[in-house]
């Protein structure tokens, strides 16, 4: 079963098609990334799995239930970290995890809960005196009652040192060892090349990718991207490469030329760049997560520009 399936969901906000016949299925146990621009349609996608929205047209399976008519279940067996959240100021960490647990009907130690994200020794301070850090932590042990099948984390990162960031990580890894299917959102790349076994990217309320990280660089020319050190580097140089077969793009970046290669053998270009300026050292790096989200995200602009 998946844990998530949308089928043809579509939302519009009056004239705004914030989500278009959007399908997508994320299977149990996996940890799946859901990236986007600004107003792509994240957020909107994320409140009708939840049921917090309705959907103009389409269909929405969380965990086996109608996301709909079966909002309640969901909801029991779904964990929040939603975008915007806030806290209590004068009540305590254990206040807020007690009334997680009142709120879902399920008997568990709250200090136990608070110890798997790290604030059980703020336990019993007022949430209103946490840092940002120690509030998001706070809400993600609220969201944790109950051991949810799934977890849905709405920029689990944001305003997170990198300290934080990587315990995010850890948490988030340590839950889906539980069993548990995370499903969240992110405009953090680092994190989420870090953590998921397949990402989305969705644009202007269109899925425009779906696959694992390394399936994605497979799938666009930007897979690796290679730099070169040459003797003699200007503007000149740089136009001239970028006209060369086999080359998607050149910049100059720190004083090297930084190419995309679409297809074709990195050596033939690296021959051709030697015709123009001599080659003294080159390195090929894979592309990293935030060079495909940037290649997935503007193309479908260019296209339609
Ligand atoms: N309640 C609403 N009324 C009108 N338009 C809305 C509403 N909610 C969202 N939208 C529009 O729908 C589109 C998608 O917004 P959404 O918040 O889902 O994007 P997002 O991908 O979560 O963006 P961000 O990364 O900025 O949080 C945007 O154009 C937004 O302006």
Redesign the pocket.
């Not at 621009?37 to 909107?44: I, L, Q, R």
């Given at each position: 079963m998946a844990a998530i399936e949308t089928r043809g969901l579509t939302k519009r906000?009056?004239d705004?098609v914030?989500?278009s016949d959007l399908d997508l299925v994320v299977e149990e146990g996996e940890i799946f990334g859901f990236l986007?621009?600004?107003?792509?349609?994240?957020?909107?996608?994320i409140d009708i799995l939840l049921d917090f929205i309705r959907p103009t047209s389409g269909t929405v399976t969380v965990l086996g239930h109608d996301a709909q008519s079966e909002g309640r279940a969901v909801r029991q067996r779904t964990g929040v970290l939603p975008?915007a959240y806030h806290v209590y100021d004068r009540l305590t960490g254990r206040q807020h995890v007690e009334f997680a647990l009142e709120m879902k009907g399920v008997d568990e130690d709250p200090v136990a809960l608070l110890d798997r994200v790290n604030v059980a020794d703020a336990a019993d301070r007022k949430a209103g005196g946490y840092s940002k850090g120690m509030r998001q932590r706070l809400i993600l042990a609220m969201a944790l009652v109950g051991d949810p099948d799934l977890l849905v984390l709405d920029e689990p990162s944001t305003g997170l040192d990198p300290n934080g960031a990587r315990e995010m990580r850890e948490i988030i890894r340590e839950e889906n060892a539980r069993g548990t299917t995370i499903f969240f959102?992110s405009?953090i790349m680092e994190q989420v090349e870090a953590v998921c076994d397949r990402v989305a990217i969705?644009d202007r309320?269109e899925l425009v990718a779906v696959d694992t990280i390394d399936g994605l660089r497979h799938a666009t020319e930007t897979g690796e991207t290679l730099y070169v050190s040459v003797t003699e580097l200007d503007e000149g140089v740089r136009e001239a490469v970028a006209g060369l077969d086999g080359v998607g793009s050149a910049a100059i970046d720190d004083g090297q030329l930084r190419l995309t290669i679409t297809g074709g053998s990195k050596f033939a270009v690296l021959e051709s760049v030697d015709e123009i300026a001599a080659v003294q050292d080159f390195s090929v790096i894979e592309s990293s997560l935030e060079d495909l989200f940037v290649r997935y995200t503007t193309e479908t602009q260019e296209v339609d520009a």
């Open positions: 906000f009056g705004v914030a989500v986007g621009p600004n107003g792509a349609g994240k957020s909107t996608t975008d959102s405009h969705i309320g």
